[in-house]
């Protein structure tokens, strides 16, 4: 017998775990650093003298650019591949982070949050194409649930820290420590990741397991052109447009979680600062608790049902109801009571982060990166309109009801895109050359 039919199969090997490692970490630095500014600005806004309202500007400035950056995001993700787009924008991001810690007034903290924002852009695009090109679809929820965690581990498990830092020897010492390590990340990025035809980690038999389950994506660096026609044609496919709403209303509650919080539980709440670094921990842990949960089940539900629409909407959905609590915290008056109601709220909104999962599964394979940008535009107008918004009603009603009110409202029309408007979740063909001449 010929000997190389007789031995056994090739064991495949685990590289995309290795990947997916790489990018859960770079997910903790990149919200770790856009977060940094609501630990800091109790102590920031004394030190510079900026009011209620003028902090709801600061809070959104880092979602202007943010927003406007994601579609070019995309273009250059599409154009110049995974490997040098996250190299630079931890890179980038990571400078603006540590020159917040030199900021001298107001205009220049917006210059520098604006720099942070811009340069975060194409984090999460170039996450959904990591996920295509590293996991088949029966891994993908899961894969995104993984290194979602890094969205709230930061603030969930080192809070305590930040705070005391922050205490120890200032807000500016917070920002410079969290922009070094950035800057050596991305330089352990580059050094470390490869697209997987070019990465010396994999074997054959992880590529072909990766290809079964429908995924692998060639790199299409210098390959793929733009024209704005793309943007109108993704946004008339209702599976983009009903998830691009839908988690506009997700991001909403994640965007109160990570400005205004803090500052509603001291001042809504009247919590010591020291209290606020332990309660403020909570939810952040049932949020990451809520990501891993959604992932697992979504997952399951795929492999069991064989439906990508009922295995990804209904986790989506259920989280986006359980966000719609966290109106009833406005009517508690026990602090522990707050604080679960808190915690309910921000787990559902963890289980409805799988929006990415399900935007990945549903978009043309060669517009991945501007499919991800134009979706996450749309999620993070969020960003601008809610940090603003709640910064106006504290500042006109001196109370966070209304600002409550409104994420919850926005919740509930989250969990109506995502049940009625996107339809069945499954890839959109690829588009035809004419369409966009």
């Known amino acids: 017998m010929d000997a190389a039919l007789s031995a056994p199969p090739k064991k495949r090997t685990r590289a995309r775990y290795v990947v997916l490692a790489l990018i859960a970490v770079g997910t903790m630095i990149n919200y770790l650093d856009r977060s940094l500014l609501a630990v800091a600005a109790p102590s920031m806004s004394q030190d510079l003298a900026l009011g209620a309202a003028t902090m709801g500007v600061l809070f959104s400035a880092f979602s202007w650019s943010y927003a406007l950056a994601q579609i070019p995001g995309g273009m250059f993700l599409d154009r110049f591949g995974v490997r040098l787009t996250y190299a630079l924008s931890v890179g980038v991001w990571s400078v603006f982070t540590a020159l917040q810690g030199a900021a001298t007034g107001l205009i220049s903290l917006i210059v520098y949050r604006l720099g942070l924002g811009a340069a975060e852009a194409p984090c999460f695009p170039a996450n959904s194409r990591i996920l295509v090109s590293w996991f088949p679809q029966q891994e993908r929820a899961r894969a995104n649930s993984v290194y979602s965690v890094g969205m709230y581990f930061g603030i969930a498990f080192l809070s305590p820290v930040l705070f005391w830092v922050t205490g120890t ?82 991001n909403a509650t994640l965007v109160f979680f990570l400005t205004w919080f803090p500052t509603y539980l001291v001042a809504e709440r009247n919590m010591p600062w020291l209290k606020v670094g332990w309660m403020a921990v909570l939810p ?152 966009f001449k």
């Open 169 to 250: 020897f200032g807000w500016r010492a917070l920002f410079i420590i969290a922009g070094v390590i950035g800057v050596l990340f991305a330089l352990l990025w580059w050094q470390v990741y490869r697209d997987p035809e070019h990465s010396r980690m994999v074997n054959q038999a992880e590529l072909d397991h990766i290809a079964a389950g429908g995924g692998g994506l060639a790199s299409t660096a210098g390959k793929t052109s733009f024209s704005w026609k793309q943007i109108g044609w993704l946004l008339g496919k209702r599976q983009i447009l009903g998830a691009s709403i839908g988690q506009f209303a997700t």
């Open 284 to 435: 952040f842990i049932a949020a990451s608790v809520g990501v891993l949960i959604g992932g697992q089940l979504s997952d399951a539900l795929v492999k069991r049902s064989g439906s990508a629409t009922f295995g990804r909407k209904l986790p989506i959905v259920g989280g986006l109801l359980l966000s719609s609590t966290i109106i009833s915290a406005a009517f508690l008056k026990s602090d522990v009571l707050v604080i679960a109601v808190m915690s309910v709220a921000f787990f559902g909104q963890g289980m409805s982060n799988l929006g990415w999962t399900l935007i990945s599964d549903v978009a043309p394979k060669s517009l991945i990166g501007l499919t991800a940008g134009v979706f996450n535009f749309c999620t993070n107008l969020a960003g601008i309109v809610t940090p603003m918004m709640i910064g106006f009603i504290v500042a006109a009603t001196g109370s966070f009801f209304g600002g409550l009110a409104f994420i919850g409202v926005l919740a509930l029309i989250g969990a109506l895109s995502y049940t009625f408007l996107v339809g069945r979740v499954e890839r959109i063909a690829e588009p035809a050359a004419e369409e």
